[in-house]
């Protein structure tokens, strides 16, 4: 049965719209007259059932939520947070605890002032989570793409020790250094990465192009001019390189599987984080920053009259490094068997020797006044070895550029001078 709809005059005289179903138009005419009403006009209409309009209705909705979710995802792309904005809403979260701000009234107040919307939803959450009891270092774990572990950590050991204002104050320091350290290695880095794979990539062309060609120039002339035996090694290993690039690949890719693999076991991780806290770059600047994070949690227990190995405890929380993790484990089992909690770290030569005999005296006397101190050379160290790893890189992209000049003039130089002066020097 097909549906209409029909515009008639009631007998009333007014001229209203009305659906009606029927096998054809003139079964719908009759219906009418019968019913005192004058027809105007019968169009056909498409009869949609209700699970039609819900069908319809839940496109309708699906639409509407992709776009949502298109606009939501836009937004949090032109608005996502920096490391700039988490110190900038740190700052700010310090100074109005200074001012005797509750946590509440504080996170409100910064989350009126911030402009960048995925923030504003981040202290939202943050706002309503309070309210219903929980810390704010809890909502921090739930947006760990925004905050960074160890600033989560160090939070976390404010709140659960009332030391709240002296974490903010080592979190601003924490984000201030690894910005800053971030910023200059990056600076020293990147110029010297750009000219070593510059370079790589020019040898790599060069020989390319011109060791085929060289040797085309060989054969021909083979007669007056002797091959070079080094030529001859390098287009061996090219052709070989050409001729089985997919097993060199298949390889490659066995070889990074294999490595991820054994990274992701428990001895893997281990060492892989004992190479990142040794190697001789990197190494000593990783193993201070997170050692120097270790003191800061420590410190702030200390001063809450907490005892050395409960707040090693508690402050190893900051540092993600299963190696160094390992080294405090040490020593907070030291410190249960009645031995030196210092031990661990001298045994594995990790700190300096004025840094041990710092914690050593602090030990027998006033450790948190001495643990301030050390904190304040840590820093010191840092700044030399960020200073010396900017000295030694320019003398490490030094030494490339000579080992791609040397192979340059082996593969190619010395072989076109070989033709050039048709093998006199050579012989």
């Not at 110190?87 to 960048?116: C, E, G, P, Q, V």
Request: hydrophobic share 45%; charged share 25%; with cysteine.
């Amino acid at each position: 049965m097909a549906s209409f709809i029909c515009k008639v005059l009631t007998p009333q005289g007014q001229i209203v719209k009305i659906r009606m179903n029927g096998n054809d138009k003139i079964s719908c005419l009759k219906k009418l007259k019968q019913n005192g009403m004058t027809p105007i006009s019968i169009k056909s209409s498409f009869n949609i059932s209700r699970n039609d309009e819900k069908t319809t209705a839940k496109i309708y909705s699906s639409r509407r939520k992709n776009k949502n979710k298109i606009r939501n995802q836009i937004i949090q792309l032109s608005d996502k947070v920096t490391i700039e904005e988490v110190k900038i809403f740190t700052n700010n979260f310090y100074i109005l605890k200074k001012a005797k701000f509750t946590n509440h009234h504080a996170i409100k107040t910064i989350m009126n002032s911030t402009k960048n919307l995925q923030l504003k939803k981040v202290l939202k959450v943050m706002l309503n989570n309070l309210e219903s009891g929980k810390l704010i270092y809890k909502t921090m774990e739930e947006f760990r793409d925004i905050f960074p572990y160890e600033y989560i950590y160090l939070i976390k050991t404010g709140e659960l020790t009332g030391k709240l204002e002296d974490s903010l104050e080592h979190a601003i320091r924490y984000l201030e250094n690894e910005e800053e350290i971030k910023e200059r290695i990056q600076k020293a880095l990147i110029p010297n990465i750009v000219m070593f794979l510059g370079i790589i990539f020019m040898t790599v062309l060069s020989i390319l192009i011109g060791v085929p060609l060289l040797k085309n120039i060989f054969l021909v002339n083979e007669s007056s001019i002797r091959f070079p035996k080094i030529l001859l090694v390098v287009s061996f290993f090219m052709e070989r390189v050409i001729k089985y690039w997919y097993v060199i690949f298949i390889m490659i890719i066995i070889t990074v599987i294999a490595i991820i693999r054994y990274i992701n076991t428990t001895n893997g991780k281990y060492k892989i984080d004992k190479f990142i806290a040794t190697n001789i770059l990197f190494g000593r600047i990783g193993f201070l920053l997170s050692f120097s994070r270790l003191i800061g949690s420590v410190l702030i227990n200390l001063k809450n009259k907490m005892r050395i190995q409960d707040a090693l405890d508690i402050s190893k929380n900051v540092i993600k490094n299963t190696y160094i993790l390992d080294i405090v484990d040490k020593s907070i089992n030291n410190i249960y068997v009645g031995k030196s909690w210092i031990e661990p770290f001298e045994n594995e030569n990790v700190l300096s020797p004025i840094v041990i005999e710092m914690l050593k005296k602090g030990s027998s006397g006033n450790l948190s006044e001495l643990m301030e101190k050390v904190e304040q050379y840590i820093d010191f160290e840092i700044e030399n070895e960020i200073n010396k790893l900017l000295r030694i890189l320019p003398e490490i992209s030094y030494i490339i550029v000579g080992i791609a000049v040397l192979i340059f003039i082996i593969t190619i130089l010395m072989p076109v001078m070989q033709v050039y002066l048709g093998g006199f020097l050579f012989r």
